[in-house]
């Protein structure tokens, strides 16, 4: 008879479905999962002690560069955490822009997990599908931060600037055709809110494209039904947030339980699964895409209505607009001195936290009275995820261990920090 | 609305806080609310046994750990640059890295866990902070209170170098495999100790100390801003 014996399996740091710079050691029984050892750190910066050698202004790019799929969730996580320290009041035109973004990243972010997801489970099509909306959203991005990605929109005390009034159109180029073009430019014609306002109608349209393709799809169920069950209880002992606590049945939404932003203005549910399975925070996440529609279409509504100011007119903590700096004094020296030194909160300590698509990102600031965050800490949603990959895994065979770091949505600018 | 709720959510935390001091108080405990947070300083040898009875009493019910981290309060309220009175150095932008003198803190008030506590049930939070002895960082684990603390403790352990008693796997995390050197003290310079590079002549990656030059692009600075009197006046009793 054969000698049976365990043995470990190298899984990444570079495997297509690692989703970046995982490596997990696996100790397998055949192909069964004995246990499952994940090692982190290989994308780790020190974003953390970065922040502390910077002013606090300057710490809100690294944001983006955390959790580089829901880049504006994170921004706001910090600037609410920053905004708490200094007692600063939030202009409401901000609050909605804020509300309106967090929700196109929660589509964007959603959207790449959709795609990846299915992607390692095998349907090809999907990825496809998602890209082509996710275009449409960083198109927004670029519109009103010049940057498709690591935008840093959001400031203390507010946003960077309005919404623009004109939509950026693509021009003739040699490698379109001009009908192309004037396709592509079709949704572009008014301002922004025109452009978001016409993808909120579309897009629920797409997200039953999504559906068609996966929810009722034999192979997706068989995939992802059953898989990695976690109960609501060892989801609160796992320090589990986000789709992944909801999946398991537990109605916790930071948007509606501690709402910030315009949240307890605007009006959505929030989806629940009830066998806290692979397809239930499948489901989950897909009905997120619909409720996040809804809640943009609210704010492309109110924004419409009602124009104001976008930060905070206190010149010690928001840039006084640049035609004041070149004809007045003071203004120039409050540039001057904001650029340079910064703003000093109050010695104190301060955790701020929202509803990031991938669960709680929190921000964990405590200030000494200096220009400088004395310590920062970010909470990442993705991070006690992935701690339970052994608990989640086990018992399962390798195939799942894929559709399970589907399932979590890790991504590891944020896991590393 | 926003109104209603966030002054629900404080009077929720003002009788969570009246609670803990009624409970705790006489073990040593000290409770604060800043900022409608409620932070209770715990005394080490208590950690356990009451953070237990946080999780299962009924008045608290706070089943789940958001958050632990490390904090390093070497250096806290010292500036690189005077404010107050003119400096003789003169005006000059090369400001000198400001070296912080570990040992200026008390023994038992440099290293601390801050552990962040979430209660779905009264939808509360709550923050614990348990100072750790500066020479021997030596705290229990609370993974047997709350699972998701096992990486949260690591990474602690690897930035900061607070061991945690009863952890059942006290790993580095973060840092590479074989680093040297805990980098989140404030005593661990922000370039590091060593740099890493291929070597044609050994055909391997070496180590060798590192060659940049430290500098401070912006200075910490501490000024006593007026707009904030009153919320320091609240604070002044935390840290």
């Known amino acids: 008879m054969p000698e049976i014996r365990n043995y470990t399996l190298n899984f990444g740091p570079q495997h297509p479905a690692a989703h970046g710079v995982l490596r997990l050691v696996l100790e397998m029984d055949g192909e069964v999962i004995e246990r499952a050892d994940p090692h982190i750190g290989l994308l780790h910066r020190a974003t953390e002690k970065l922040a502390e050698s910077k002013p606090f202004n300057q710490t809100i790019p690294y944001m983006d560069r955390l959790d580089y799929v829901s880049m504006m969730c994170s921004e706001h996580g910090y600037v609410m955490a920053v905004e708490k320290l200094l007692g600063v009041q939030v202009p409401m035109r901000a609050k909605y822009i804020r509300t309106m973004f967090d929700e196109i990243t929660r589509i964007l972010n959603h959207l790449m997990w959709l795609g990846t997801h299915a992607l390692d489970v095998g349907a090809m099509t999907v990825f496809l599908y998602a890209f082509r909306e996710r275009e449409d959203l960083m198109d927004c991005y670029e519109a009103v931060s010049g940057a498709r990605m690591h935008a840093a929109y959001y400031r203390v005390g507010g946003v960077y600037r309005d919404l623009p009034e004109v939509m950026p159109r693509y021009a003739n180029n040699q490698f379109r055709s001009d009908a192309d073009i004037a396709r592509k430019n079709e949704t572009r014609q008014g301002s922004l809110l025109d452009f978001i306002e016409d993808f909120a109608n579309r897009f629920p349209g797409l997200v039953d494209e999504y559906e068609t393709l996966l929810t009722d799809n034999r192979i997706w169920k068989q995939r992802t039904v059953g898989i990695g069950v976690v109960t609501p209880e060892r989801a609160k002992q796992l320090s589990f947030s986000g789709p992944m606590v909801r999946g398991s049945g537990l109605a916790w939404d930071l948007r509606k339980k501690q709402p910030y932003a315009a949240y307890d203005k605007v009006d959505f549910d929030i989806p629940v699964g009830v066998n806290g399975d692979c397809y239930d925070r499948y489901l989950v996440r897909v009905e997120e895409l619909r409720q996040s529609t809804r809640i943009i279409k609210q704010c492309v509504q109110w924004l419409r209505e009602n124009p104001g100011p976008v930060i905070v007119e206190d010149h010690k903590i928001s840039p006084p607009a640049r035609d004041y700096m070149k004809g007045d004094m003071e203004s120039l020296i409050h540039h001057f001195k904001l650029f340079t030194e910064g703003y000093c909160p109050p010695a104190g300590e301060a955790y701020a936290a929202v509803e990031a698509p991938k669960g709680e990102f929190g921000c964990y600031v405590v200030s000494d009275g200096s220009n400088k965050p004395f310590r920062l800490k970010i909470r990442a949603p993705g991070f006690p995820h992935l701690a339970a990959m052994d608990e989640m895994v086990k018992g399962h065979m390798l195939a799942d261990v894929v559709a399970v770091i589907g399932t979590m949505d890790v991504v590891f600018g944020e896991i590393d920090r | ?239």
Request: charged share 25%.
């Open chain 2, 1 to 239: 609305m926003n109104e209603t709720v966030k002054t629900k959510s404080q009077l929720r935390h003002e009788t969570l806080q009246a609670n803990l001091v009624e409970r705790y108080a006489s073990k040593g405990c000290v409770v604060t609310f800043a900022l409608g947070e409620v932070t209770m300083v715990i005394p080490r040898e208590h950690l356990l046994s009451i953070a237990t009875e946080l999780r299962d009493d009924e008045a608290f019910l706070f089943e789940e750990l958001v958050d632990a981290c490390g904090v390093d309060y070497a250096g806290y309220g010292e500036s690189e640059w005077m404010t107050q009175e003119a400096s003789a150095a003169g005006f000059s932008r090369g400001v000198d890295r400001h070296i912080i003198d570990v040992s200026a803190r008390g023994e038992n008030d440099r290293f601390a866990v801050v552990y962040h506590l979430l209660s779905m049930a009264h939808n509360q939070r709550l923050r614990l902070r348990t100072f750790v002895d500066a020479t021997q960082p030596i705290i229990d684990s609370v993974v047997d209170i709350w699972r998701g603390a096992d990486w949260f403790e690591r990474e602690a352990f690897d930035l900061y170098g607070i061991m945690f008693s009863g952890h059942p796997d006290l790993r580095r995390i973060l840092t590479d495999y074989g680093f040297v050197g805990h980098p989140f003290r404030k005593d661990f310079p922000l370039e590091g100790n060593v740099q890493m590079r291929y070597d044609a002549e050994h055909g391997r990656v070496i180590y060798e100390p590192v060659s940049l030059d430290p500098r401070v692009l912006v200075p910490k600075v501490i000024r006593e801003d007026n707009r904030f009197v009153s919320n320091a006046q609240q604070d002044s009793t935390d840290a």
